[in-house]
Structures are given as C-alpha cells and as structure tokens.
C-alpha cells in the first residue's frame, strides 16, 4: 500500500472508531468528569496547546490529574489524577481530537510547542504524522524512556507507517494498559523536561523493540 493510501486509510479508521468510542465511553467519560469535579473542582478538562501535522497547533484536551498551585508536577497529582493516568482514562477527550483531524489513534504523542526548536533534523520528522494518543514509544516503555530513545522510536513509526504496524500497537498499548506500565519517569509524574539531545545508539533502540 502506498503512502497515501495508508495515510487515507489511517484517517477513515481513525474517524470510525473514534465516533463508536467517543459513545461507548460516554458513560465512562461522565463518571470521570464527576470524580474530577469532585476532587479538583473546575475545570474538568485540561486543554494545552500541543504541535500536531506539520508542527500546526491544536488544542489538546485531557481530564485534569492535577490540582492547581505551585509545587511540582508529582507533587500536585492527585489521588484520583494518580488513578486516571495509571489506567490513561484521562485520555479519553483525546478521541474528540481524533474525530476532530487534529490527531490520529496511533502516532508520536504530541508534546509541547517550546521543544520544536530543539529537535535534531532526524527528531523533528516525527511531525511528518498526526500525533497519536498512542504510539511506538508508548508500547516500548511510554515515559519511563530516556527522551533520545522515545524520540527515535517516534521517526521509526514515520519510516514504518502502516496499517498492519498500527493495529500491533494498539494491540500492547491494551495489554500496557492493563498492566499500568511505563506511567511516568522516575522521580516524575510524566517526564522530565526536554532539552535536546543526540540521537540514541541504534543498537540500544534495537533492545528496546525485541
């Protein structure tokens, strides 16, 4: 299949099954929006502005895990944001991006607009796609990664880009799920900031996909 017609393809299964799961999870999505409510007060929603195809940016939505303030990130997590990332039910507004055009169900997560200058060549490639609200990285250690290793894994979805690959991540991004692995970087809620760096040696990347 060529390029364009996977690209076509990626976006009539994205537009598809996004709409079916936007339903389904509705009841989900309320509950959660009910929880959050309860423990954070408003908003519900986090909304940040994210690059997506071609770096253009978009607004991306989450529920919120954290509570307002100052202080770090892992110290303003809540117990019920804890509970949201561990099982990624805070992703769920993400489907209305997907719906929307601005991302895709699988491809490199979006990331924040201050790094876009400081991605290698190599690195920034990985805008040559909708970001996903899951991805190669995700499946290969999500955030417990070092940046030049996530980053890669990025470009490598980019140079690999088909249906069949996308169908095996979604595959372990269930089965990751379930097992909550990979949540965040050690010693953070996520991960840590990013400020460019090298491109990772391709044999410890090779590891990382056996």
């Known amino acids: 299949m060529s390029v364009r017609a996977t690209r076509a393809c990626k976006r009539a299964v994205d537009v598809g099954v996004s709409g079916v799961l936007l339903v389904v999870s509705a009841p989900v999505a309320a509950g959660v929006a009910v929880a959050v409510r309860a423990s954070m007060g408003s908003p519900v929603l986090f909304r940040q502005q994210r690059p997506g195809l071609g770096g253009r940016i978009f607004t991306l939505c989450k529920f919120r895990s954290m509570a307002d303030g100052p202080g770090p990130d892992a110290e303003r997590l809540t117990g019920v944001g804890r509970f949201l990332r561990s099982t990624s039910l805070d992703e769920l507004p993400q489907l209305w991006n997907v719906l929307k055009g601005d991302m895709s169900l699988v491809g490199p997560r979006p990331l ?93 990347l090779r590891r990382l996909e056996s």
């Open 112 to 204: 924040l607009p201050q790094y876009l200058d400081r991605y290698s060549v190599r690195q920034a490639r990985r805008h040559e796609v909708r970001p996903g609200i899951t991805g190669l990285a995700q499946v290969n250690g999500r955030n417990a990664l070092g940046w030049p290793e996530r980053l890669e894994l990025d470009v490598r979805y980019v140079e690999r880009l088909s249906i069949g690959l996308d169908l095996r991540i979604i595959a372990r991004t269930v089965a990751s799920v379930l097992r909550r692995e990979g949540i965040s970087a050690a010693g953070d809620a996520t991960m840590t900031e990013f400020l460019g760096e090298p491109d990772p040696p391709g044999d410890q």
